[in-house]
């Protein structure tokens, strides 16, 4: 089998970069959906466990983000 283990020329991995911008994309994906339970909470639409709600499955996505980073193997 020949693996190819050069890194591009800045030196580092462009798979640990695109784990970087996935992240960022999960928090922007979750951003929305707390700042509309804030605004539900604040037009008293819903009770403030929505807050909690939309916070514990941000934590929850957070904590399977973390827990894929070394779940990749060898690429």
Request: overall charge negative; hydrophobic content about 50%; glycine content about 14%.
């Amino acid at each position: 089998m020949n693996h190819d283990t050069t890194t591009p020329a800045g030196g580092g991995s462009g798979h640990d970069h695109d784990h970087a911008g996935h992240r960022w994309m999960m928090i922007a994906c979750c951003l929305p959906m707390l700042v509309v339970a804030v605004i539900l909470v604040e037009t008293a639409v819903v009770g403030p466990g929505a807050i909690v709600a939309a916070a514990m499955c941000a934590a929850m996505m957070a904590m399977l983000m973390r827990g894929m980073d070394g779940a990749g193997g060898n690429r």
